[in-house]
């Protein structure tokens, strides 16, 4: 089955700690994006990607940092200088960056990142 | 700037129809979305309509978009338990900033017995 796939589900990080949230796609989708979700608070873009090798900072990069090597991964790094991790975190990916407004964007299931 | 704005909280009885609304500033939006988000789950794109048309039903689904006011609506025919969920509004804009969806805060409907 196609789809997009995050993991963890559940991740629970120590203070001062960087974590690494895994989002793969096999939709051969070329853009993907990182959302975070706070409640009341909608999604909030934090990194996206058009293309391999290539990516742009969305509306709250700070404290985050991403990497894209492969098409199919876009993962997320939480590091230390992100001051209020703890959120819930959606993947996305469609067919183009340019496409995303046109083309339905497809969710993972998301990843909660608790900070204890 | 782009902003969608919806109300936070929704309730209605099962066999009601339920009214979600949304306005949004960007006068150039191209498309308008709903998506539903179950709990714990990611986002699932229910319809969408360009700014061109100004209703699409979709079974249980209508959407009415007033463009003068920028106001879209999204209403939920025969409400049932399964409905429940939280449901956002997004817009885009496919000119000089490419296809970046902007979500509103979501509304979370509740549908009791």
């Known amino acids: 089955d196609g789809g997009i796939t995050q993991s963890p589900k559940y991740l629970f990080r120590k203070e001062g700690q960087n974590v690494t949230l895994s989002c793969e796609q096999n939709?051969?989708?070329?853009?993907m994006y990182w959302y975070r979700q706070d409640p009341g608070q909608g999604l909030r873009l934090i990194y996206y990607?058009?293309?391999?090798?290539?990516?742009q900072k969305g509306d709250i990069a700070e404290g985050y940092s991403v990497s894209r090597e492969k098409k199919e991964s876009f993962p997320l790094t939480v590091t230390s200088a992100q001051k209020n991790p703890t959120a819930f975190y959606l993947c996305a990916s469609s067919i183009g960056y340019r496409d995303m407004g046109r083309t339905e964007a497809f969710f993972g299931q998301g990843t909660r990142l608790t900070v204890v | 700037g782009e902003d969608v704005e919806q109300s936070l909280f929704l309730s209605v009885r099962e066999g009601d129809s339920s009214v979600i609304n949304c306005t949004y500033t960007d006068s150039s939006s191209t498309y308008l979305y709903w998506y539903k988000q179950e709990p714990g789950a990611g986002l699932q794109l229910l319809t969408y309509?360009?700014?061109?048309?100004d209703m699409k039903q979709d079974q249980r689904l209508t959407v009415l978009l007033n463009k003068k006011d920028k106001h879209l609506s999204l209403r939920i025919a025969d409400t049932q338990t399964g409905d429940s969920a939280i449901y956002f509004c997004?817009?885009?804009?496919?000119?000089?900033?490419?296809?970046?969806?902007?979500f509103g805060q979501g509304t979370e409907l509740s549908v009791k017995p």
């Open positions: 990607s058009q293309i391999v090798n290539d990516f």
């Open positions: 939709l051969n989708h070329d853009a």
């Open positions: 997004a817009e885009s804009n496919v000119g000089n900033q490419g296809g970046k969806l902007i």
């Open positions: 309509i360009f700014s061109n048309m």
